[in-house]
C-alpha cells in the first residue's frame, strides 16, 4: 500500500511539473506571436520606391505635377481587367481633380500588347495617348488574343484593325508608320517593364500610391488608399 502511494505520489508530481512547463511554454509562444505581429506591423512601412522608377520625365500624366497624391498604374493594353478599370480611374480622377496626379506606365505580358503599346506611343507623340489608350480599351474585343480560342483565319490582322484604328482617332498614318518602324518607342516601352518589374510588378493592372502598393484590389481599397495619402 506504501509503495502504491509513493507512485501515485510521484505521478502527481510529474503531471504538476508538466502543467507548469506547459503554461510557461504557452506563455512564452503567445509574447512571441505578439512580438512578430508588432514586426510585421512595422515592416509594413517599408522604404518607398524609388521615385525615378515610379515616374518618367517622359510618363504621360493627368493632374498637378505638384499634387499631394500620385497615383501610378502599370498596365497592358491587352489585359481585361486594365480595359476593365479604365472607367473607374476617370471617374477616380473626376471626383479628386486637381488633388491627385495619375501616371500611366505600360507594362506589356500578352502576346499582342507590344504591338497596342507601341500603337499608344505613336498616337500620344501626335497628342492623342489617352484617346488611343480608350480606345484599345474599347476595342480589345476585336484585336487581343483569347485564352483557349483559335485565332479566326477570316478576321482582320492586328495591323490592318490597328490601320482603321489610327483613322478614327484622326491620327497621320505616314508619321505613326514611320515611328514604329524606326522602333522609335522600343526602348521606353522596355524601360516602363523594367521599372515595374524592380518595383515588384508582377501582374496588371498595379496601383502605386505614392509608392504604397495597392492590396486590396478594387476601387474602395483604392479610393481608400488615395484618402489616406490626402490625409498625411
Given at each position: 500500500m506504501r509503495k502504491e502511494i509513493i507512485?501515485?505520489?510521484?505521478?502527481?508530481?510529474v503531471v504538476v511539473i508538466a502543467a507548469i512547463l506547459g503554461s510557461n511554454y504557452y506563455q512564452n509562444s503567445?509574447?512571441?506571436?505578439?512580438?512578430?505581429?508588432?514586426?510585421?506591423?512595422?515592416?509594413?512601412?517599408?522604404?518607398?520606391?524609388?521615385?525615378?522608377?515610379?515616374v518618367r520625365p517622359d510618363s504621360p500624366m493627368i493632374g498637378p505635377e505638384d499634387a499631394k497624391v500620385t497615383l501610378v498604374e502599370f498596365y497592358d493594353p491587352e489585359c481585361?481587367?486594365?480595359?476593365?478599370?479604365?472607367?473607374?480611374?476617370?471617374?477616380?480622377?473626376?471626383d479628386y481633380e486637381g488633388r491627385i496626379r495619375y501616371v500611366a506606365r505600360l507594362?506589356?505580358?500578352?502576346?499582342?500588347?507590344?504591338?497596342?503599346?507601341?500603337?499608344?506611343?505613336?498616337?500620344?507623340?501626335?497628342?492623342?495617348?489617352?484617346?488611343a489608350q480608350e480606345l484599345l480599351f474599347?476595342?480589345?474585343?476585336?484585336?487581343?488574343?483569347?485564352?483557349?480560342?483559335?485565332?479566326d483565319?477570316?478576321?482582320?490582322?492586328?495591323?490592318?484593325?490597328?490601320?482603321?484604328?489610327a483613322k478614327e482617332l484622326g491620327l497621320d498614318t505616314n508619321k505613326a508608320a514611320e515611328s514604329v518602324k524606326d522602333k522609335r518607342f522600343d526602348?521606353?516601352?522596355?524601360?516602363?517593364?523594367?521599372?515595374?518589374?524592380?518595383?515588384?510588378?508582377?501582374?496588371?493592372?498595379?496601383?502605386?500610391?505614392?509608392?504604397?502598393?495597392?492590396?486590396?484590389?478594387?476601387?474602395p481599397g483604392l479610393r481608400q488608399l488615395i484618402d489616406e495619402e490626402l490625409k498625411k
Amino acid at each position: 500500500m506504501r509503495k502504491e502511494i509513493i507512485i501515485l505520489g510521484a505521478i502527481v508530481v510529474v503531471v504538476v511539473i508538466a502543467a507548469i512547463l506547459g503554461s510557461n511554454y504557452y506563455q512564452n509562444s503567445v509574447q512571441n506571436d505578439r512580438k512578430t505581429a508588432i514586426s510585421n506591423v512595422n515592416n509594413s512601412n517599408k522604404p518607398k520606391p524609388d521615385a525615378a522608377q515610379l515616374v518618367r520625365p517622359d510618363s504621360p500624366m493627368i493632374g498637378p505635377e505638384d499634387a499631394k497624391v500620385t497615383l501610378v498604374e502599370f498596365y497592358d493594353p491587352e489585359c481585361e481587367a486594365c480595359a476593365e478599370f479604365g472607367p473607374i480611374i476617370k471617374k477616380i480622377l473626376k471626383d479628386y481633380e486637381g488633388r491627385i496626379r495619375y501616371v500611366a506606365r505600360l507594362m506589356p505580358l500578352h502576346p499582342n500588347s507590344m504591338t497596342a503599346a507601341t500603337f499608344i506611343e505613336a498616337a500620344g507623340e501626335q497628342g492623342k495617348y489617352w484617346q488611343a489608350q480608350e480606345l484599345l480599351f474599347e476595342k480589345q474585343p476585336e484585336w487581343a488574343t483569347k485564352h483557349g480560342t483559335p485565332p479566326d483565319p477570316s478576321a482582320p490582322s492586328i495591323n490592318e484593325l490597328f490601320d482603321k484604328y489610327a483613322k478614327e482617332l484622326g491620327l497621320d498614318t505616314n508619321k505613326a508608320a514611320e515611328s514604329v518602324k524606326d522602333k522609335r518607342f522600343d526602348a521606353k516601352i522596355e524601360r516602363d517593364k523594367k521599372d515595374g518589374q524592380s518595383l515588384g510588378v508582377r501582374r496588371t493592372p498595379t496601383f502605386l500610391v505614392n509608392g504604397r502598393e495597392l492590396v486590396n484590389f478594387g476601387e474602395p481599397g483604392l479610393r481608400q488608399l488615395i484618402d489616406e495619402e490626402l490625409k498625411k
